[in-house]
């Protein structure tokens, strides 16, 4: 696998592997007072150290965000589609799109406008972090770009106004001039190509005409999604709880944090429990395929699809079973999918109130929240 990432971070970006590599040595060596070289950052605002910052390899915009989206229907998208392959779903005032992994996998970000609100839809490879956040601060909306920095093995995204840098994982801006504020995340799920056709019949699919010519499809992170596996440019402690690069569910519900090993998730199904006295579900169904398994996305191993819910129905709890890929209440015998839709029995029509969570390699949620909760029954 390592030969493989390196391979890919060099034919990707030779040129600005050597160029950002030095600019990253010459980082560590800096007086906190001096500016990163090539940036505009306000470095003397920051909330952590510059030498915690990495090179990725990529230089600033190597991995280009797509700031222009454009999207095509779901017919459309299932020639090359398939099926199985994860996409990150986002919905919002009843309008849903899909933005495959296989084109996030190569440029990290999308900024975009859903139902009137300006969101960018990420995801860090290394970390196996897709995350949506509402890009609205006091009013005035923000675009994104890839730094090409890492910390925690976590991409570091920058805001083009004021090249403030961004933690990804938190949302957190940590250097430059909007230091300490968070972005608002938007509720998103990791789900396959087809339980989103199913849940959202009308939503639309991001387009592979992205202006850049990728291998979309492909993975270029071969074999990364692998238990056995250690973390890539991560230097930080390791929680001894859970194997690093096993993945984790996790919530942060005001303040209070809890991670629900996919061990667990993938054998209960089905959890109903209390964070910081809000009743949560977590729901863990087949149907999506690992990003980073195989070389083609699409014959990697099936890995499922997670999602975190309110568990309140008119006012009232809900005893959820797992039976046929979907999820049945016991009260009614409505039958529920994995974006928490009712699609038959009495509560047929009805909507979960969906929950912003992380589906992330265990190593990176710990890295930055060490003090988490962690689900223990089996």
Known sequence: MRTGLIRFIIATCLIGVVAFGALAGTVAAQPKEQALPGWETNTAKRSIELDELMSGGPPKDGIPAIDNPSFVSQDAAAGWLK???????????????????????????????????????????????????????????????????????????????????????????????????????????????????????????????????????????????????????????????????????????????????????????????????????????????????????????MIGSTGVFVNEVDGKPLVFKYKNDLFVDEETGSQWNIAGHAISGPHKGKQLEAVAHGNFFAFAWFAFKPDTGLYAGE
């Open 83 to 301: 099926g199985q392959e994860p996409v990150v779903s986002v919905e919002i005032g009843g309008i849903a799109r899909a933005y495959p992994l296989q084109i996030l996998t190569w440029h990290e970000i999308v900024n975009d406008e859903l139902s009137g609100v300006p969101i960018t839809v990420t995801f860090c490879p290394l970390c196996y972090a897709a995350l949506a956040f509402d890009r609205r601060i006091d009013g005035e909306t923000y675009s994104f770009g890839v730094s090409g920095m890492l910390r925690h093995s976590d991409m570091i995204m920058y805001d083009r106004q004021t090249e403030t840098l961004w933690q990804q994982l938190s949302g957190e801006a940590v250097i430059g001039d909007l230091t300490g504020r968070i972005l608002i995340p938007v509720p998103a799920q990791i789900i396959s190509f087809d339980q989103f056709r199913s849940a959202y019949p009308a939503g639309a699919v991001l387009s592979k005409r992205t202006g850049h010519i990728r291998d979309y499809g492909k993975n270029p992170y071969a074999g990364y999604d692998d238990i056995n596996e250690r973390p890539f440019l991560y230097r930080g402690p390791l929680d001894k709880r859970v194997p690093p690069m096993e993945k984790v569910v996790t919530v942060s519900i005001d303040g209070e944090d809890k991670a629900y090993p996919h061990r667990v998730t993938r054998k209960r199904r089905v959890i109903d429990d209390t964070v910081n006295g809000k009743r949560l579900l977590i729901f863990h169904a087949d149907g999506a395929v690992s990003a980073l398994d195989k070389s083609q996305i699409s014959d990697s191993k």
